[in-house]
């Protein structure tokens, strides 16, 4: 995996990561595979990281208040235990930095209802019921989500296939916020798609995304799952009748087994050529128990260590807080400039 340049639009600015994931429910092996195992990768390349659990986002649908601080701690454990080292980069949770819903309100304001009503995840969270009833934070989640990036002037955000639209729109903000206000000040930030599972699909059909929401437990893997959970799942996920082709190209019309062929190269750090031309001419007899093996081997540590973690959450929260102070220092200046730019009086004592 190279390492992240930053292009000739943004080289005034600090190279940034941000990325964040909603703690609305457990966390699954989509979102290891798509988010937290490239999160760690990107702890190494030399670049300061931002990691947020947008609790915020979170309530554009009601959750049930001490569900969601539970949910909130988990999702910190799981950063952790996949590997985020809280003093290598910042972890925090989006409400304990003012500075997230203060810059969406301007954002608000630079946006356009029109851009908001083309998203795609509005549309489909809307689609067949009454979209009036819908809340407005669901409607306006783009730009809050352009506020989460914007606000540490990040350069660059992992994101999988489904989060692209919506980090296109941020672009579209800083470009009209600094055309607007004839400024320099906001970086067109990059979108960062890479690996060979950045979409996991469901355990029991190939055509859906991975989902916490799925109401079968068995397409999906959750990150609190045993090994013995883990390899049963595997083991009975579906796929079909044919043995492993000897190219990629052989997966075509085939979603079960080139989700399983994604999800073995993600897992093992290779590419899906190679697990192909390593299981060639084999049935899934043998390719699932060599998956399930590999997965547990990955996988169980890191349930280990989320449970020691939620053992304690008074350290989770402690944690957290750490990280919203030290997000709060890069985040507060850049704010405090934005309301300079858009003409906000402010006190400064």
């Known amino acids: 995996m190279g390492k992240i340049m930053t292009d000739a639009p943004n080289a005034k600015f600090t190279p940034r990561i941000f990325s964040g994931i909603q703690p609305s429910g457990g966390l699954t092996l989509g979102n290891y595979l798509g ?9 190494d390349e030399g670049i300061e990281t931002i990691y ?62 029109g851009w908001m009503g083309r998203m795609t995840q509005w549309k489909d969270k809307t689609a067949g019921k009454d979209a009036e009833k819908a809340s407005l934070g669901l409607f306006a989640y783009p ?53 060979a599972a950045t979409r996991v699909m469901s355990l029991r059909d190939g055509s859906k995304k991975m989902s916490k929401s799925d109401p079968s437990d068995a397409s999906r893997i959750n990150l609190t799952d045993d090994a013995d959970t883990i390899a049963q799942k595997f083991r009975k996920a579906r796929t079909d009748a044919e043995p492993l082709p000897e190219t990629v190209a052989g997966l075509k019309d085939r979603p079960e087994a080139r989700n399983l062929v994604n999800i073995y190269a993600a897992l093992a750090d290779t590419s899906a050529e190679k697990v192909v031309a390593d299981f060639a001419g084999q049935g899934f007899g043998a390719f699932k128990p060599a998956l399930a093996d590999l997965a547990v081997a990955k996988l169980a540590p890191i349930a280990d260590e989320m449970k020691r973690l939620m053992a ?28 300079d730019i858009v003409g906000m009086i402010r006190s400064r004592g």
């Open 143 to 195: 730009s809050l989500m352009a506020a989460d990036i914007l606000l540490y002037h990040a350069t660059h955000v992992p994101v999988g296939e489904d989060q692209k639209q919506h980090l296109e729109l941020t672009r579209d903000i800083a470009i009209k916020f600094n055309h607007d206000y004839k400024v320099d000040f906001f970086p067109v930030t990059e979108p960062v798609i890479e690996g």
């Open 52 to 113: 947020c659990l947008v609790d915020l986002h979170a309530i554009t649908v009601w959750q049930d208040p001490e569900r969601l601080r539970n949910q909130t701690r988990e999702a910190a454990a799981g950063f952790i235990a996949a590997g985020i080292d809280p003093k290598r980069s910042i972890l925090f949770n989006q409400s304990q930095v003012p500075g997230h819903a203060q810059l969406a309100w301007i954002f608000n304001c630079v946006a356009r209802m």
């Open 35 to 43: 988010a937290l195992k490239r999160f760690v990768e990107k702890q």
């Open 312 to 339: 304690d959450p008074a350290e989770i929260d402690r944690i957290l807080g750490d990280g919203a102070e030290r997000a709060n220092a890069i985040a507060e200046p850049i704010l405090n400039r934005t309301y």
